[in-house]
């Protein structure tokens, strides 16, 4: 009988434990899998990106609004160098953050981004931009950052986006060290339940 009970017990056991290491592997496999379903949809606000500009260029012009927000714990100031521009669509535009770093030390940040309505996600596209990559800022440095895009023109053939007459493209900066430790955390709590 009790030879049964240690038995079943280590089944459960080791049932709990897979259980866990596979919410734990779909918690970090999530993340990719939504950017890259965000990607390709345009679902909340996520962008596209092109190597260059389309041919077409629509009459159709479209106010696009910068917008930026800072973590706290990354002590930089980051402004839209323009508060808005009118581009046409399909027209390539360019637009410029400017950085500075408020602190006495050497800081890296990142910067994610979206764009309002979520639904002009998938027509707004990026030729070139600083979003995703590290910005490495010495004490009291500034950095001017450009972003080229372009509306792409089959925003005219999408009935559910002829309201649309502003975008508005929002950046997110974070403290790169502040991902890492999370991220860090994230991966010490595997190791200790794998371990």
Not at 74 to 79: M, S, T
Not at 116 to 124: E, I, L, Q, S, W
Not at 160 to 165: G, H, P
Request: charged share 15%.
């Amino acid at each position: 009988m009790d030879y049964k009970k240690r038995s079943r017990n280590r089944f459960v056991a080791v049932i709990s434990f897979v259980a866990a290491g596979g919410m734990l592997g779909a918690a970090f496999a999530a993340v990719p899998l939504y950017e890259v379903f965000c990607q390709v949809t345009g679902y909340g606000g996520t962008t596209q990106t092109a190597a260059a500009p389309p041919s077409n260029v629509l009459n159709r012009q479209i106010e696009i609004r910068f917008n930026s927000d800072v973590d706290k714990a990354l002590r930089w100031q980051v402004d839209p160098m323009q508060d808005s521009i009118r581009v046409k669509v399909g027209e390539s535009a360019l637009a410029m953050y400017r950085a500075k770093n408020l602190s006495p030390n050497i800081i890296t940040g990142t910067a994610a981004f979206n764009v309002t309505p979520a639904k002009a996600g998938p027509y707004f596209t990026k030729i070139e931009c600083f979003c995703f990559t590290e910005q490495k800022l010495g004490a009291g440095a500034t950095v001017d950052m450009p972003v080229s895009f372009f509306v792409d023109p089959a925003i005219g053939e999408d009935p559910n986006l002829n309201d649309v007459t502003t975008i508005t493209l929002s950046y997110a900066f974070f403290h790169t060290e502040t991902l890492s430790t999370h991220t860090a955390r994230v991966g010490n709590v595997s190791n200790d339940i794998n371990g």
